[in-house]
């Protein structure tokens, strides 16, 4: 039997702030995570968009240097019109002329479009990088409170880790393994009070001999029958919630 179960209750107590501040170091580690997804997010359309802008650059650049060929051609065979000694010489000329002013103007008309592609996606561009500007400084400004309270959440686990072992080294052998099994198995609450007459970890209602016995010795305390979890009733605190309430 315990002398008191009161060590027990500490660290009971002590783990569920070190599971609580555990939580909310993984959860706080999340929350950055996806704050710094959406900055990502912004910043990969971002690049995709300039490298599709450089493409439509180079490709004007290639129309651009073309346009230049089909002028020069066009200049060399105007320059060669006066020169022209019969009608077979001048229906030639006239034919390279006609298809040369053709490419000529499907060249500026692809160049007249991709321009227009080209403005367009400096628009779309400006637009994602105003969203990647906001999104980073709201990562910033989000992060910088996240970290703070990370390393508030850090401080705690410090604190409470060699707390919740001097605890444990006070516990019984035997309840000290019961708990450690407790928890190996999952069951976050080895230890619990007793609730309006029911085990506050399962919620099973307990058998009024149980809970009058545990009542009636403070220090005592048993497992529960349904999910064996050990019971012990709070006995200040039940006598202070109902002068409360009175
Ligand atoms: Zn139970």
């Given at each position: 039997?315990?002398?008191?179960?009161?060590?027990?209750?500490?660290?009971?107590?002590?783990?569920?702030?070190?599971?609580?501040?555990?939580?909310?170091?993984?959860?706080?580690?999340?929350?950055?995570?996806?704050?710094?997804?959406?900055v990502d997010?912004?910043?990969?359309?971002?690049?995709?968009?300039?490298?599709?802008?450089?493409?439509?650059?180079?490709?004007?650049?290639?129309?651009k240097?073309?346009?230049?060929?089909?002028?020069?051609?066009?200049?060399r065979?105007?320059?060669?019109?006066?020169?022209?000694?019969?009608e077979?010489?001048?229906?030639?000329?006239?034919?390279?002329?006609?298809?040369?002013?053709?490419?000529?103007?499907?060249?500026?008309?692809?160049?007249?479009?991709?321009?227009?592609k080209?403005?367009?996606?400096?628009?779309?561009?400006?637009?994602?990088?105003?969203?990647?500007?906001?999104?980073?400084?709201?990562?910033?400004?989000?992060?910088?409170?996240?970290?703070?309270?990370?390393e508030?959440?850090?401080?705690?686990?410090?604190?409470?880790?060699?707390?919740r072992?001097?605890?444990?080294?006070?516990?019984?052998?035997?309840?000290?393994?019961?708990?450690?099994?407790?928890q190996?198995?999952?069951?976050?609450?080895?230890?619990?009070?007793?609730?309006?007459?029911?085990?506050?970890?399962?919620?099973?209602?307990?058998?009024?001999?149980?809970?009058n016995e545990?009542?009636?010795?403070?220090?005592?305390?048993?497992?529960?029958?349904?999910?064996?979890?050990?019971?012990?009733?709070?006995?200040?605190?039940?006598?202070?919630?109902?002068?409360?309430?009175?």
């Open positions: 039997m315990l002398q008191t179960i009161q060590p027990l209750i500490d660290l009971a107590n002590t783990d569920l702030d070190l599971q609580t501040s555990v939580f909310s170091r993984s959860h706080l580690a999340r929350q950055i995570e996806t704050a710094r997804s959406v997010q912004h910043q990969k359309l971002f690049e995709q968009k300039n490298n599709e802008h450089e493409l439509l650059t180079s490709e004007g650049k290639e129309v240097n073309n346009i230049q060929i089909q002028e020069q051609l066009i200049m065979l105007d320059e060669q019109v006066p020169k022209i000694r019969n077979k010489e001048f229906a030639v000329s006239k034919t390279q002329l006609e298809e040369a002013r053709k490419l000529l103007g499907l060249l500026e008309d692809n160049l007249l479009e991709l321009d227009m080209k403005e367009d996606l400096e628009l779309e561009i400006e637009t994602i990088n105003s969203e990647l500007t906001e999104s980073n400084t709201a990562f910033q400004q989000e992060t910088s409170g996240l970290l703070k309270k990370q508030r959440a850090e401080k705690k686990i410090a604190k409470l880790e060699p707390r072992n001097r605890l444990l080294k006070k516990v019984p052998l035997n309840i000290k393994r019961f708990y450690e099994r407790c190996e198995s999952g069951i976050s609450t080895p230890v619990c009070a007793i609730q309006d007459k029911s085990c506050s970890g399962c919620h099973m209602v307990l058998l009024p001999q149980l809970v545990l009542m009636a010795n403070p220090n005592a305390h048993k497992n529960c029958p349904n999910c064996s979890r050990i019971l012990y009733f709070p006995e200040v605190e039940e006598v202070e919630e109902e002068a409360s309430t009175a």
